[in-house]
């Protein structure tokens, strides 16, 4: 649990690093030696994962628009994909959500060991498919993502890494 809410942690005797369920956000990267503060972004509103988002419960809470339902669920480190950024008012009607799928997706685990973990997403409206590997070293921590088109066409896709820092960094 992280913030009352499913996540997945590797917990070495370095670092510790936090994945939600609910989005797949990196919650928390802790090197333990620094008496535990995390550089990520933790919203000071409650948030939930974002499969529980109801727009007239909601979005005044969260922003409104394209951004509302990704903003429920957000902390720290972001994923940005099949693209980035705000959908055109006629893409948010047919139900696109702002930075894509993965953000509001709720991810799965597909194995894990002591140092490591891997989780993956299935994004329905775009037909992709995400696996993401973390591996903890010491005091890093690496990354290894996959994106997979599962649609029998191919198709451009925008990917971006989105971190956000908070205080007492920022």
Same mark, same amino acid.
Do not use: C, I, M
């Given at each position: 649990q992280f913030t009352g809410r499913s996540a997945w942690t590797i917990d070495t005797p370095l670092l510790r690093v936090t994945v939600l369920k609910g989005g797949g956000h990196v919650a928390e990267i802790v090197l333990k030696s620094q !008496? $535990?503060?995390?550089?990520?972004?933790?919203?000071?509103?409650?948030?939930?994962?974002?499969v529980n988002f109801n727009a007239?419960?909601?979005?005044?809470?969260?922003? !409104? $628009?394209s951004g509302a339902r990704l903003m429920s669920g957000l902390a720290g480190h972001s994923l940005c994909f099949p693209y980035w950024g705000n959908p055109s008012a006629t893409e948010e009607r047919a139900g696109m959500t702002f930075h894509g799928e993965t953000g509001i997706a709720t991810w799965t685990q597909r194995g894990s060991g002591d140092d490591w973990l891997e989780l993956g997403a299935e994004l329905p409206e775009s037909r992709t498919r995400f696996v993401r590997r973390l591996t903890v070293h010491g005091t890093v921590v690496w990354?290894?993502?996959?994106?997979?088109?599962?649609?029998?066409?191919?198709?451009?896709?925008?990917?971006c890494e989105h971190v956000t820092m908070g205080a007492p960094f920022l």
């Open positions: !008496g $535990g503060a995390n550089p990520l972004w933790v919203q000071s509103r409650p948030t939930f994962d974002p007239a419960r909601d979005a005044k809470t969260y922003g !409104g $628009g990354f290894d993502e996959t994106a997979s088109n599962d649609a029998a066409w191919d198709r451009p896709v925008g990917w």
